[in-house]
């Protein structure tokens, strides 16, 4: 089914560990994912991206690893600093075939200096 | 990257009143637009899907009198909120792809924070 807006988990950590938050997905058709960043008050930004025939994405300081058996995604940022704090979400497209984003519940990650 | 740009960034209005939010593409242009409804310290749920020249399509829940869309023209969909309640407070957000682009990208406003009182 639909995934459904849930309250946010909240992951905390110290500046320059690396962080890994993870999210499940719900549509074993879906075959596009994203991963956005949500700053107070302000609409999603794009991070990183990664589609159905990659199972691992690079990108600067940030890594999106895909499991598509258990319909798991994971983001790793790599040597966590404060500007990073903020909500994050894995959002799926592809499965309605127009490629509109269905977000998932989000992560609010809190990075102590 | 591509730009899309909300007005206005917050409003608060009166119970029974009608609020209109605009959602523009400032440096392409948009076939369809997203529209996302977001409450406090929760996900963001799809709306609606605004269609340029047609009507939107809207969700399974979503009362299409009360949330009108319309999407005139390629770089430009508004919400109307009629007849707006306190229940209506919520942070709304519009996205938009580049049309034609093989890139299926989208790009989001910075949100408008309504309020009604």
């Known amino acids: 089914g639909e995934s459904v807006g849930l309250h946010l988990p909240t992951l905390s950590v110290q500046e320059g560990d690396n962080s890994i938050i993870n999210c499940a997905y719900s549509?074993?058709?879906?075959?596009?994912f994203i991963w956005y960043k949500q700053e107070s008050g302000k609409g999603p930004q794009f991070i990183i991206d990664?589609?159905?025939?990659?199972d691992k994405r690079q990108g600067q300081r940030v890594t999106v690893l895909l499991n598509k058996t258990v319909k798991h995604l994971s983001l790793q940022i790599a040597a966590t600093q404060p500007g990073d704090s903020a909500v994050y979400f894995c959002?799926?497209?592809?499965?309605?075939?127009?490629?509109?984003?269905?977000f998932g519940r989000g992560t609010s990650l809190i990075v102590h200096p | 990257g591509a730009v899309v740009s909300q007005h206005p960034s917050w409003v608060i209005c009166k119970s029974g009143t009608s609020v209109k939010i605009e959602c523009r593409s400032l440096?392409?242009?948009?076939?369809?637009m997203f529209w996302y409804r977001q409450f406090p310290k929760q996900s963001l749920m799809l709306m609606a899907t605004?269609?340029?020249?047609?009507?939107?399509?809207?969700e399974q829940g979503v009362e299409k009198d009360k949330f009108l869309i319309n999407h005139a023209s390629l770089t430009l969909s508004t919400l109307t909120v009629t007849s707006a309640h306190p229940e209506d407070s919520s942070f709304y957000i519009c996205?938009?792809?580049?049309?034609?682009?093989?890139?299926?990208?989208?790009?989001f406003g910075q949100g408008t924070r309504l309020t009604v009182v």
């Open positions: 605004s269609n340029e020249g047609s009507k939107a399509t809207y």
């Open positions: 440096d392409f242009q948009a076939t369809t």
């Open positions: 990664i589609r159905s025939n990659m």
């Open positions: 959002a799926e497209t592809g499965a309605r075939g127009s490629y509109i984003p269905t």
């Open positions: 996205s938009a792809r580049i049309q034609g682009a093989i890139s299926t990208e989208a790009f």
């Open positions: 549509n074993s058709a879906s075959d596009y």
